[in-house]
């Protein structure tokens, strides 16, 4: 198992491999799918983001409230599908990652590739394990959106997968194939 330190380097990422298990500490945002459509939305207008996303890391999650003594409730991943349309695009100006849970489309793919990525996944049921890696947690915009608003969590030991690797290694394809019969 691996143990990187965030904001995540570029050779970080290009020594990434798919199916190998990590735990990050440092610093990523969160954000779903009403989030993401408002930065898409600004982006497509041309303004600037409320946010700076150049070399972040984002977390597909919605926090349950959070119980005395924790930063955060329950805070496991959200299907990653829900933001495919807009995850391009934010590859695109800079952001170095994702966090979710699930497969995701083909441009995805290539943005990740494109832009030296990469996707991690997080095992959805563990929402209560996860929030125990979550140190602090500040709602950076959106705050209307309430659990799907901006915020920035510092997380300690969290753990996940390499989904898609920076050369689009796919362990969601490649991890099948170990128990496919011929």
């Known amino acids: ?71 955060v409730g329950p805070a496991g991943p959200t299907s990653s599908y829900r933001m495919d349309k807009y995850a391009p695009t934010l590859l695109d100006l800079g952001l170095k990652g994702m966090i979710g849970k699930g497969a995701r489309n083909q441009d995805v793919i290539d943005a990740i590739v494109r832009n030296g990525c990469v996707y991690f996944a997080c095992v959805g049921g563990a ?9 602090k947690e500040e709602i950076l915009c959106y705050e209307d959106l309430g659990t799907e608003a901006i915020r920035r969590y510092t997380v300690e030991d969290f753990p996940c997968i390499v989904a898609i690797d920076s050369y689009g290694n796919n362990a969601y394809t490649e991890g099948q194939k170990d128990y496919c019969r011929e």
Request: net charge positive; hydrophobic share 40%; glycine share 8%.
């Open 127 to 135: 929402a209560a394990l996860i929030a125990k890696s979550i140190k």
């Open 1 to 71: 198992m691996k143990r990187l330190t965030l904001p995540l380097s570029d050779s970080d990422i290009k020594d990434l491999k798919a199916g190998e298990t990590v735990l990050l500490s440092g610093t990523m945002l969160t954000g779903r799918d009403a989030a993401h459509k408002r930065l898409y939305e600004l982006v497509e207008k041309g303004e600037k983001l409320p946010i700076d996303i150049k070399g972040e890391l984002i977390y597909y999650v919605g926090p349950a409230p959070a119980k005395p003594g924790f930063a």
